[in-house]
Structure formats: C-alpha cells, structure tokens
C-alpha cells in the first residue's frame, strides 16, 4: 500500500512541475525582436541585396523633397523629422526603436541586435535638411538609402544593433552627427562600421562602368585595411557578384570633399571603420545646392543609386551572418555559354586559404583561375570532367589583403550550369585571429534563455533562444543535450533508456544521470531508490532507513522494501546470524577434538 502510494505522488507531482514549467519556460513575447528571421549561420548577402526596389527608393526621394525645402530652423525641416520618424516605424513594423536626438534634432533608428549592448552596432546614415532647396539629391538620396535599407533590413533579427541616422544640421556645420559621434564615444559604444550616404544620383558618364559611384575610405597613416578599406571593397564584391560592378573603392587622399559630410564627426572622434559613399558625377552636378534638386531631373540615375544601396545591405547581411566554428562560405549560381567567362569577387581581410567546390553537368571543359584583382595568378585549374558533385576545384593559401578574383570559363562546346562555393577565413577586427574562432567581441555565448544552451548553438540546433524547453516536453533544452536526449521531440520525456524503470522526465525531477541506471554506484537502480524514497544522489547503500537491521543494498538484493520493518525482515539477518554461530561452534568442537 505504501509503495502504491509513493508512485501516486511521484506521479502527481510530475505533472504539477511538468505544467508550472510549461507556464513560466513559454517563449517571451519581445517586440524589440518581432522580426520575422533570426539571422546566423545563414549568409542573407544576395537575398538582401535583391530585395532593395529601386521604386521604393525613388518614391521615399519624391516623398521627402515634395515640400520643397528642409533647410534648418523651418517648420519644413520639422515636419520631415517627423515624417522619417513615421517611416521608421512603418517600414519595420515598430522592430525599430525610434528617437528624435540631440540638441540638433537627429532622428536615431534602433533594429535591436541579439546580443544588445554587448556587442558593436552597424550605423547607416545621411542628413535630411537642406539648404533653401528641394534637396532630392542632397541629401535626399540618402534619406531614402537609409530608409529602404530599414525596411529591408527590419525583416531579420541580426546578432548586432543597426542603427538607422537621419542627422540634421549638416548644411550648417554637420551639428548632428557631431553630436551623435561624441554621444556614442562618451558611453563607449563600439561601431563596427558606419555608412554615410550622401549624393547618389549623378554618375560621371565618361567613367568606365564599374566606377560610377566612389565608396570612400580612410588611408591615413595608421589606418587598418580592415577599418574601412575593408568595408570599402566589400561593397564592391556585393555588387559585382549579384549585379553589373558599378562601385569604386576611393582612397580619402584622392577626394577633396572628405571632411565635408556626416562620416567625417565619427572618423574625427575614433570611429575609423566610417565609409562615404558619393556620387562619381559632382563635376557635372548642376544641381548642387540648386532649385533644380528635384526628384525628376534629368541627370538623376535611380538604377545606379539603387544598386549602390543594394550593395551595402548586402555587404551588412554578409557580415552580420558570420558563424562561429566556420570558415566564411558563400555559394553562387553561374550558368555559362560556350567561351564565356564569370568573374567572382572574393574579399581577403586575413592569411587564408582559399577552398573552392564546384557541382556541374554537362561540361566538356572548365577553366578555375584564382588571382589578386589586377594581379599575378595564384592558382589554376582545368577539367575535362562532364560533371562533378562537390569537387575541390582549388584550394590556394593566400597572403595578400583584398579584393581577389576567381575566374570561371566554359571552354567547351556546350552551356554548363555551375553551383560554385567559396569558403575562407576573415578577420574583420584586424587582429590576427579569424572571425570563425572568435564570439562577436566574445559575447555571442549569451544564453537568452538561460537553459545552459548558448544562443549561437541554439541556432545551429534550431532551438529559440528565447524558449528553454523547445519541445514543451518539462525537462529543459539544455539538460537535454547535456544527457544524450533530443530536445526537439517532445515523446523522449516518457523514455528509457537506461533501462532503470525511472522515465526521463523524473531522471529530470530527481537530478539523476538518464544514461546511468545507477547515478550514485551504490549499487541500487535509481528508480528502485526513488520509489522506495531513497536518495539516488547519494550513496546510502549501508544505510537502514526502516531500522530492522537489514541495509538498504540488502533490502533491494531480497526484493524487500528498505522502508518498512516487518516479520520477514529480521528473517535474513537472523539466518545470517544463526549459521556464524553454528560455524563457530563446529570449529570449536572440532578443534577439541583435534587437540585430545
């Protein structure tokens, strides 16, 4: 009667624990984080770049520059301050936390990061006032960048901040964005890059076609490649690899404009990883300053401009995706005529070796040539294979930072369809050590959910980060992986595995080991233990919890119960006792007898 009534309370209690934790290990409702996809491990760079519309571009341009001016100090400028603000929240749905800033009336986004305040932030930005003009271009443009890129990006949750700047005051001193720069400086905020856009629309015509817009960067002395010469070229490779190039790396010694715009406050106050990108066509910008700065004019070239926003969300996508535990891959999709030839960018920010596999069919003949943009060939490959499935095609080290270049051509006489994969270490940081053996500035082991899971493993696991029993099954992702079970399938809570009559859920319960049928060694099950309210824990196996004489490890060889005394008990202890002292007296009597 006893033992059937610890099983019921063992029983009812399990299933008030199993549904209080139900209750309180529900996933918390978050509406900083109500983004649709938490980015890691997926690299994003091309589905960004292509969902940025050169329509909604050119219709935030329209929408901004409609009242004709934004200079400082008007009721204009206010209301666009208010109607960014508005837009914001629209775009991202309320994911992004908005604030008007500063003594200068900023307007400062947050699409709040997973890792908070702990890790560095991404920034984009331009200035929304003007001077006593429409402004489309100036800076407009880069209004609607900053706009378009909230919107496409607010459709993730990334590991870090991204923060959206509308800087006022520009025209007359770059007073925002000073202000912004100090502020995140004096509380010690890490910006991992910042792009300020400023003038997209005019392309220099006479320049060859992949240097339409200028991405400026940072070369004074001192200055790491991975600041923002980095940060530069990367953009580079984003349009070139997903579009037709149009993007310029531009040292800032070439440029006479540099300290003019809203980069400039962050490069001055420490931020070195700032980057401008800037119109290639300011020579034969008539509209500079003008009346003529309308979304309509003539010169404007929206499909540049676009692909150029384009390639900085990819260039972020790109980044923000990096996986702990492996090397930087990314996968293209190249179909090829006969003789014709692909070019695919690689961005080398670290001494790697580069990997390069290939799947195809229908090919006669393939050329792989990887070299340095503008530079010797490194390594090259020919095949004569009709089709490979996952063949290493190269596989070079490398030791010179920047852009590299691997050609692929078709050099027989048939079409071929490739998927090309391209894998390597980076270093964004600069400090010797690749991105793939490091955390986000060793933050990215945050356990949100705290489950004894860290939230970049819950992602490779397909766990939330955010819930610590993702099977809702009462026994906590973390504790299930520690022990060998599979925190996806909610059944495991009633298994067995270690065949100790003790189902998973109350191995949970009791704390004990589910692989191990006997957690403390004393040689008792721990179900046995459990039932017969014993501890599984602790090794009482000479203990007597009923005080009849007979040890708890006894009790369970006889099939007794270790809790109750009753009249068979005594039985074995007396046997035992009985026949030493029948041994003793045989061997005294025949001792005796021995020595008569």
């Given at each position: 009667?006893?033992?059937?009534?610890?099983?019921?309370?063992?029983?009812?209690?399990?299933?008030?624990?199993?549904?209080?934790?139900?209750?309180?290990?529900?996933?918390?409702?978050?509406?900083?984080?109500?983004?649709?996809?938490?980015?890691?491990?997926?690299?994003?760079a091309e589905e960004v770049y292509n969902l940025v519309y050169e329509e909604s571009f050119r219709q935030f341009i329209i929408k901004v520059s409609e009242n004709g001016t934004?200079?400082?100090?008007?009721?204009?400028?206010?209301?666009?301050?208010?109607?960014?603000?508005?837009?914001?929240?629209?775009?991202?749905?309320?994911?992004?936390?908005?604030?008007?800033?500063?003594?200068?009336?900023?307007?400062?986004?947050?699409?709040?990061?997973?890792?908070?305040?702990?890790?560095?932030?991404?920034?984009?930005?331009?200035?929304?006032?003007?001077?006593?003009?429409?402004?489309?271009?100036?800076?407009?443009?880069?209004?609607?960048?900053?706009?378009?890129?909230?919107?496409?990006?607010?459709?993730?949750?990334?590991?870090?901040?991204?923060?959206?700047?509308?800087?006022?005051?520009?025209?007359?001193?770059?007073?925002?964005?000073?202000?912004?720069?100090?502020?995140?400086?004096?509380?010690?905020?890490?910006?991992?890059?910042?792009?300020?856009?400023?003038?997209?629309?005019?392309?220099?015509?006479?320049?060859?076609?992949?240097?339409?817009?200028?991405?400026?960067?940072?070369?004074?002395?001192?200055?790491?490649?991975?600041?923002?010469?980095?940060?530069?070229?990367?953009?580079?490779?984003?349009?070139?690899?997903?579009?037709?190039?149009?993007?310029?790396?531009?040292?800032?010694?070439?440029?006479?404009?540099?300290?003019?715009?809203?980069?400039?406050?962050?490069?001055?106050?420490?931020?070195?990883?700032?980057?401008?990108?800037?119109?290639?066509?300011?020579?034969?910008?008539?509209?500079?300053?003008?009346?003529?700065?309308?979304?309509?004019?003539?010169?404007?070239?929206?499909?540049?401009?676009?692909?150029?926003?384009?390639?900085?969300?990819?260039?972020?996508?790109?980044?923000?995706?990096?996986?702990?535990?492996?090397?930087?891959?990314?996968?293209?999709?190249?179909?090829?005529?006969?003789?014709?030839?692909?070019?695919?960018?690689?961005?080398?920010?670290?001494?790697?070796?580069?990997?390069?596999?290939?799947?195809?069919?229908?090919?006669?003949?393939?050329?792989?040539?990887?070299?340095?943009?503008?530079?010797?060939?490194?390594?090259?490959?020919?095949?004569?294979?009709?089709?490979?499935?996952?063949?290493?095609?190269?596989?070079?080290?490398?030791?010179?930072?920047?852009?590299?270049v691997l050609e692929v051509k078709n050099t027989g006489s048939g079409s071929v369809s490739l998927e090309i994969t391209i894998s390597h270490e980076t270093d964004i940081e600069?400090?010797?050590?690749?991105?793939?053996?490091?955390?986000?500035?060793?933050?990215?082991?945050?356990?949100?959910?705290?489950?004894?899971?860290?939230?970049?493993?819950?992602?490779?696991?397909?766990?939330?980060?955010?819930?610590?029993?993702?099977?809702?099954?009462?026994?906590?992702?973390?504790?299930?992986?520690?022990?060998?079970?599979?925190?996806?399938?909610?059944?495991?809570?009633?298994?067995?595995?270690?065949?100790?009559?003790?189902?998973?859920?109350?191995?949970?319960?009791?704390?004990?080991?589910?692989?191990?049928?006997?957690?403390?060694?004393?040689?008792?099950?721990?179900?046995?233990?459990?039932?017969?309210?014993?501890?599984?824990?602790?090794?009482?196996?000479?203990?007597?919890?009923?005080?009849?004489?007979?040890?708890?490890?006894?009790?369970?060889?006889?099939?007794?119960?270790?809790?109750?005394?009753?009249?068979?008990?005594?039985?074995?202890?007396?046997?035992?006792?009985?026949?030493?002292?029948?041994?003793?007296?045989?061997?005294?009597?025949?001792?005796?007898?021995?020595?008569?």
């Amino acid at each position: 009667m006893r033992r059937t009534v610890s099983i019921l309370f063992i029983l009812v209690l399990s299933l008030i624990l199993i549904v209080a934790s139900t209750i309180s290990l529900q996933p918390r409702e978050d509406a900083s984080l109500a983004s649709v996809s938490t980015v890691y491990v997926t690299d994003l760079a091309e589905e960004v770049y292509n969902l940025v519309y050169e329509e909604s571009f050119r219709q935030f341009i329209i929408k901004v520059s409609e009242n004709g001016t934004r200079e400082y100090g008007t009721a204009e400028n206010v209301y666009a301050k208010s109607w960014i603000m508005t837009q914001l929240e629209n775009v991202s749905d309320g994911a992004i936390e908005v604030t008007e800033f500063g003594d200068y009336d900023s307007v400062l986004g947050r699409l709040p990061g997973t890792l908070g305040a702990d890790g560095p932030v991404v920034m984009i930005g331009g200035h929304y006032d003007t001077v006593d003009v429409p402004g489309a271009n100036d800076d407009g443009s880069g209004v609607a960048a900053t706009l378009e890129l909230a919107r496409v990006l607010s459709n993730y949750t990334w590991p870090l901040d991204i923060y959206f700047g509308f800087w006022n005051a520009e025209e007359i001193g770059l007073y925002g964005s000073w202000e912004t720069a100090e502020m995140f400086a004096e509380v010690e905020r890490d910006i991992l890059v910042y792009f300020n856009i400023d003038m997209l629309l005019v392309e220099d015509p006479g320049a060859p076609i992949d240097e339409r817009v200028w991405m400026i960067y940072d070369n004074s002395p001192g200055a790491l490649f991975q600041d923002s010469q980095y940060w530069a070229e990367l953009t580079r490779v984003m349009n070139n690899n997903y579009d037709q190039p149009i993007i310029l790396p531009m040292k800032a010694t070439h440029f006479p404009y540099y300290g003019q715009s809203d980069h400039y406050p962050f490069h001055a106050t420490g931020y070195k990883s700032s980057v401008f990108a800037f119109e290639s066509g300011v020579s034969i910008d008539d509209a500079y300053h003008s009346e003529d700065d309308t979304w309509d004019n003539p010169l404007y070239n929206y499909t540049v401009a676009t692909s150029t926003v384009s390639s900085i969300g990819a260039s972020i996508a790109y980044t923000l995706s990096r996986t702990l535990g492996q090397r930087t891959t990314s996968k293209y999709d190249v179909n090829l005529n006969p003789g014709a030839t692909r070019d695919l960018y690689i961005e080398i920010s670290i001494n790697t070796e580069v990997t390069v596999d290939a799947s195809w069919s229908g090919a006669d003949g393939l050329d792989f040539t990887l070299k340095k943009d503008s530079g010797p060939v490194l390594n090259s490959n020919s095949t004569a294979l009709a089709s490979g499935i996952n063949e290493t095609v190269l596989n070079e080290d490398t030791s010179g930072f920047g852009i590299h270049v691997l050609e692929v051509k078709n050099t027989g006489s048939g079409s071929v369809s490739l998927e090309i994969t391209i894998s390597h270490e980076t270093d964004i940081e600069g400090n010797g050590v690749p991105d793939s053996q490091e955390n986000w500035f060793n933050d990215f082991d945050v356990d949100t959910d705290s489950d004894g899971i860290s939230d970049g493993d819950e992602e490779l696991m397909g766990l939330d980060r955010y819930g610590n029993d993702a099977d809702s099954d009462g026994m906590p992702d973390g504790w299930e992986v520690e022990n060998g079970l599979d925190p996806t399938v909610q059944a495991d809570r009633s298994g067995d595995p270690d065949d100790d009559d003790l189902p998973n859920i109350q191995e949970y319960m009791a704390g004990t080991n589910p692989q191990e049928n006997d957690t403390d060694s004393d040689g008792m099950p721990d179900g046995w233990e459990v039932d017969n309210d014993l501890n599984p824990l602790v090794d009482d196996s000479l203990l007597d919890a009923d005080g009849d004489g007979l040890p708890n490890h006894l009790e369970y060889v006889n099939g007794l119960d270790p809790q109750v005394a009753d009249w068979i008990d005594p039985i074995v202890p007396l046997s035992i006792g009985g026949a030493i002292a029948i041994f003793v007296v045989i061997v005294i009597i025949y001792a005796r007898k021995k020595g008569a």
